[in-house]
């Protein structure tokens, strides 16, 4: 009665080998589970890989392999179909090893953003890599939902579906665009597959643009030094030498960047373009469209020669400039009168909508170059606070 009594106690305790883990893992990641979790020879045993109750195959060659003749089971990468139980069974001399590992996939980010009324907003949601299925929902058709909270939404017919765009409709990249966001985009959004995962919760700060400050230049009353070398002829060979360094520097710039085009642009134009600019510049910026044109700090001469170069070519060569600044900047009244004297244009303020911007600057052009040229833009950006433009035809 001994004996029998101390091999029924071995027994039970062959049958309560077994332990069970639980594991968080991120989406994406690999993943490797050991048979055992402790230092034993198992080398000659019969190691079974289970999965959800079915038998993982030695020979599989999908995401789930199995390695080292059972040791390891490998995921990789994780998605959340390899969520589930894993049962790894040990058989060696009639005892039985069973480890259990319980694995949850993370593959809901969340997000807040913070974003200015007006501005673009995207919302993220990436798709598991796995065979797209169709879904049905008010954004996206096709990997993920996008869904706006119930208790932040709003009636749909006050969306503009026009403002609402997926990027990537056939990727698994499902991140949505909101163009000029409203403040009553402000709310918690949420992406889901088509199973019910959620892939992503976005929250999103709505908050009122700030008001831009009124650019002032330092200075901006001081007016271009005079020119005392009207009568010398040293001002016209520093321009003529000027315009021909202009011209070699910026043909070694295109020629660089596009080294198998022909090209076709007017040096004359962007230096009188840059010179009208530099009238009104001061210190650092001075400094740097001097050097841009050519021309040394101490050449006072530059817009009085420029002027007289236009008028000496005015029977084969029309040139114009001119200069359209932001209603919001204060332009200086020497430079306003400078830019008459020496450009014959007076600086023109921006009007309220690209279209109109559009509009004006191409009739300027065409009524320069007597509708030679009738379009020199195709739209201004409503933030544009300086735009400097010049056209030049032969007569």
């Known amino acids: 009665m ?23 893992v991120i989406h994406g990641s690999t993943l490797e589970l050991p048979c055992v979790i402790f230092q034993s020879d198992i080398s000659g045993a019969n190691i079974t890989w289970k999965f959800k109750g079915k038998d993982v195959s030695p020979e599989a060659t999908g995401p789930v392999r199995v390695k080292k003749n059972g040791l390891y089971l490998s995921i990789s990468p994780v998605t959340s179909a390899n969520e589930g139980e894993y049962v790894c069974l040990v058989k060696e001399n009639n005892v039985e090893m069973i480890n259990f590992f319980k694995i949850a996939v993370a593959a809901s980010f969340d997000y807040t953003l913070k974003v200015f009324e007006g501005s673009p907003v995207h919302l993220p949601c990436h798709f598991p890599t796995q065979q797209p299925s169709l879904c049905q929902c008010a954004l996206v058709q096709r990997d993920g939902c996008w869904e706006e909270n119930e208790s932040e939404s709003q009636d749909d017919s006050d969306y503009d579906d026009q403002r609402l765009k997926l990027l990537y409709p056939l990727d698994h990249d499902q991140t949505v665009l909101i163009r000029g966001t409203v403040m009553e985009d402000a709310g918690i ?190 739209s201004i950006p409503p933030s544009t606070q300086l735009l400097p433009t010049a056209a030049e035809f032969a007569a």
């Open 189 to 378: 959004y949420h992406c889901e597959s088509t199973e019910g995962q959620k892939l992503s919760t976005i929250y999103i700060i709505v908050e009122v643009a700030p008001t831009p400050v009124p650019f002032l230049c330092k200075d901006s009353s001081t007016a271009w030094e005079p020119c005392q070398e009207e009568i010398s002829r040293t001002g016209e060979p520093m321009l003529q030498e000027s315009l021909a360094r202009v011209s070699m520097k910026l043909y070694s710039y295109l020629r660089q960047t596009y080294p198998s085009s022909n090209l076709l642009f007017s040096p004359i134009s962007i230096s009188g373009m840059l010179s009208h600019l530099l009238l009104g510049a001061k210190d650092d910026t001075r400094r740097a469209i001097e050097r841009a044109v050519c021309v040394p700090h101490d050449f006072h001469c530059l817009h009085f020669h420029t002027k007289k170069l236009r008028e000496k070519l005015s029977g084969s060569l029309q040139m114009a400039s001119q200069i359209y600044y932001n209603p919001q900047m204060n332009l200086g009244e020497s430079f306003t009168n400078q830019s008459i004297q020496f450009y014959e244009a007076k600086p023109t303020r921006l009007l309220n909508t690209s279209e109109e911007n559009t509009q004006m600057i191409n009739s300027w052009v065409a009524n320069k170059t007597n509708n030679k040229i009738t379009q020199l833009v195709d």
């Open 2 to 24: 001994r004996l029998q009594a101390t091999l029924c106690v071995l027994l039970q305790l062959i049958f309560e080998l077994s332990s069970c883990t639980q594991l968080w």
